[in-house]
């Protein structure tokens, strides 16, 4: 009975909506990320992840808002455009295939539930999928064949 109250209102206030802990990268999103992350090599790429979330399961589906960065010197720093739209994650490209999130990506990852770095070559294991405080294997990842 508290159970169902306690749901209710979950549902209601939908607390759920930002809740997962499964991720399926469609082929789609993946073609995409292959794409702009190759189009813009040597430099990074940037974009925000167009997802849904449904029975704890995050589907992500395409990438939008993309930028491309001319300077290499400064890798993984997402623009502050960013900060003032709407998504439900981040993805952006580490050409020089640095698998870890510098201390600019962490203040902008804790900021949204998840956070992809494409790390080159840009490969599906490559496809790094992190949390809002950096850290890997917190989601279960599913590839879409
Ligand atoms: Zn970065």
Redesign the pocket.
């Known amino acids: 009975m508290i159970n169902k109250i306690i749901n209710f209102f979950y549902k209601f206030l939908e607390l759920d909506r930002f809740y997962f802990d499964k991720v399926i990268v469609t082929s789609l999103f993946f073609e995409r990320a292959k794409t702009l992350a190759t189009e813009s090599y040597p430099y ?1 790429f940037f974009g925000l992840i167009e997802g849904k979330i449904k029975n704890k399961i995050l589907t992500l589906e395409d990438i939008k808002f993309t930028q491309q960065k001319s300077n290499t010197n400064r ?4 623009p502050v455009l960013f900060n003032s739209v709407n998504g439900i994650g981040t993805i ?1 490209s ?1 050409p020089n295939g ?1 698998k870890n ?2 201390r ?2 962490l203040k902008t990852f804790s900021k949204y539930p998840i956070n992809i ?1 494409f790390c080159n070559p840009f490969s599906k294991k490559n496809l790094n999928i992190l949390d809002s405080k950096g850290n890997t294997n917190q989601f279960r990842i599913f590839f879409e064949n």
């Not at 890798?75 to 997402?78: E, G, P």
């Open positions: 990074e890798v993984s720093t997402i952006h580490h640095t999130p510098s600019e990506d770095i």
